[in-house]
């Protein structure tokens, strides 16, 4: 069960990373667009490697 709950936290992290980058387009803000760039790149590979484990 932990695995599903692993898998959900990790796509709502995801998820607000793309809110984020929404965000700092609209803002012109290059550091938070950056930031929020590798969060989601990081979250997406963490989502991968959870999910390979299954």
């Keep these: 069960m932990r695995l599903g709950t692993d ?7 995801t998820v607000s990373g793309f809110f984020f980058i929404a965000s700092a387009l609209n803002n012109g803000d290059t550091l938070t667009l950056v930031g929020s760039v ?4 990081s979250c997406l590979v963490w989502l991968g490697a959870v999910v390979s484990k299954r």
């Excluded at 898998?7 to 992290?13: A, H, K, S």
């Excluded at 590798?38 to 790149?41: E, I, K, P």
């Design 7 to 13: 898998v959900v936290g990790l796509v709502g992290f």
């Design 38 to 41: 590798l969060w989601v790149a």
